[in-house]
Every structure is written in structure tokens, then in C-alpha cells.
């Protein structure tokens, strides 16, 4: 079984269209995360959830928003695509109160 | 915010030798988790060791190995008889043990590592 797995895992698109990445995890975990991995490798949070709510947000543009619809998903909703955007977008989660993060495999997304 | 330094953004290795990855961070906190994970070219990324910062016995998992010097914030990764499945990039990981620090990652800026054959 799939711990964390993400749709789609390759996206290409054209810059101003609107798309989403979903992820889910069936590990029972009360915390997800949205990475961006860049062309350099550099691994970068944009958000953090625990139990639906949202704890971390770092400073990414508006047009990216995070949907927690229950504590077993969280999607990424990425609206007026730019250039910029393109990279690989990991999801991942962890127990509150425990350690490691379990990662999903990435969706790579190139805009064009 | 904690950061995580990794000095060495690329390494390489004979293939059946010896290598080290360091990894440098800098907290104020005493109680924290340290780890390392792997990204080969299938870009999954896998977890390869934890440290917790209350155990001072270093971790170990089959050859790979951590050298954790806790006063001195160093975290390293020695990778022993390297196997050409180990050629990937590397990132070191901190994690803080307090409840109330939003349970965040820092990461590193990774470490590629090739395996020469």
C-alpha cells in the first residue's frame, strides 16, 4: 500500500491556466506538508497542516492555495501558472508528535 | 529558525570505499531530531537514519552510520562498502522535539553523491 501518493505525477501546462495536485496519505498522520524542489534541488516548505488547520505558511504567492478537506489529504491548488512555478512539488506527512516525514514521490510540474 | 549547513554540494566515491557527508546546524534547543534522506534519480525521497539528540550512542543502519556531535551541531553520514545504489543527493534534516514548534523540517541544501564504479 501507498503511504503517501500525490496525482498527477507529471503535469505540464501553459503559463495563466489554473491547476491542482492532489495528495493523500493513509498512514494516519495528523501533519502534511507541500514542498517545492527547484532546479537546484533545493528543498523549500509552503505549507504546513495539522488536523485541517494550517500551521505553516511561508511566504509563497497568493495564487498558490492549500485545501485540507481532512487530516488524510491536502491539495495544492496553484491558480495563474508562471514559469517560475515549474518544479517538482513533494507532499509529505508526519505524526505530530513523532519524528520522521514520509514523502510522496513528487509531481513534476513544467509550465510552458 | 534553525538552519541546516551542507558544505559539500558534491561528492564522490569509489565504488566499496568509505565516504562522509557532513552536515552542520545551528539551535538553541536541547532536545531536537536529526536525519538524513536520499533522493536518487527516481527523485523518491527515503529516509536513510535518525538521530535522537538525547541519545548519545550514534545511530547506525546497516552501512550507513552517523557520527553526531552534539556540543559541536554536527551531523554526519558515513557511508561505508558504497554501493553504486547509493549514487543520489543527500539531504540532512533537523526537527525540533518541542510541541509547540509547528512541527517543521529544515532541511539542507543536499549533498550529490557518485559512485564511481
Known amino acids: 500500500d501507498t503511504a503517501v501518493s500525490q496525482t498527477p505525477k507529471y503535469l505540464v501546462t501553459q503559463m495563466g491556466n489554473d491547476k491542482s495536485i492532489k495528495c493523500e496519505q493513509n498512514?494516519?498522520?495528523?501533519?502534511m506538508y507541500w514542498y517545492k524542489q527547484d532546479s537546484k534541488k533545493f528543498l523549500k516548505i509552503m505549507f504546513s497542516?495539522?488536523?485541517?488547520?494550517?500551521?505553516i505558511n511561508e511566504t509563497v504567492p497568493n495564487r498558490f492555495s492549500p485545501k485540507s478537506p481532512d487530516k488524510a489529504h491536502l491539495n495544492l491548488h496553484i491558480n495563474s501558472l508562471e514559469l517560475g512555478d515549474s518544479a517538482v512539488y513533494f507532499c509529505?506527512?508526519?505524526?505530530?508528535?513523532?519524528?520522521?516525514?514520509?514523502f510522496g514521490p513528487g509531481t513534476r510540474l513544467t509550465v510552458t | 529558525a534553525q538552519t541546516v549547513t551542507q558544505s559539500q554540494p558534491e561528492m564522490s566515491v569509489q565504488e566499496a570505499e568509505t565516504v562522509t557527508l557532513s552536515c552542520t546546524y545551528d539551535?538553541?534547543?536541547?532536545?531536537?531530531?536529526l536525519f538524513w534522506y536520499k533522493q536518487p534519480p527516481s527523485r523518491q525521497m527515503i529516509l536513510v537514519i535518525r538521530?535522537?539528540?538525547?541519545?548519545?550512542q550514534n545511530a547506525t543502519e546497516n552501512r550507513f552510520s552517523v557520527n553526531f556531535q552534539k556540543a559541536a551541531k554536527s551531523f554526519s553520514l558515513k557511508i561505508s562498502d558504497s554501493q553504486l545504489g547509493d549514487a543520489a543527493m543527500y539531504f540532512c534534516?533537523?526537527?525540533?522535539?518541542?510541541?509547540?514548534?509547528?512541527?517543521?523540517?529544515?532541511f539542507g541544501t543536499g549533498t550529490s553523491l557518485t559512485v564511481i564504479p
Open positions: 534534516a533537523y526537527r525540533s522535539a518541542l510541541l509547540g514548534a509547528g512541527n517543521q523540517f529544515y
Open positions: 497542516y495539522n488536523n485541517k488547520e494550517l500551521i
Open positions: 538521530q535522537e539528540a538525547y541519545k548519545q
Open positions: 498512514l494516519g498522520h495528523d501533519t
Open positions: 539551535t538553541s534547543e536541547s532536545d531536537y531530531y
Open positions: 509529505a506527512s508526519s505524526p505530530f508528535s513523532g519524528n520522521e516525514q514520509y
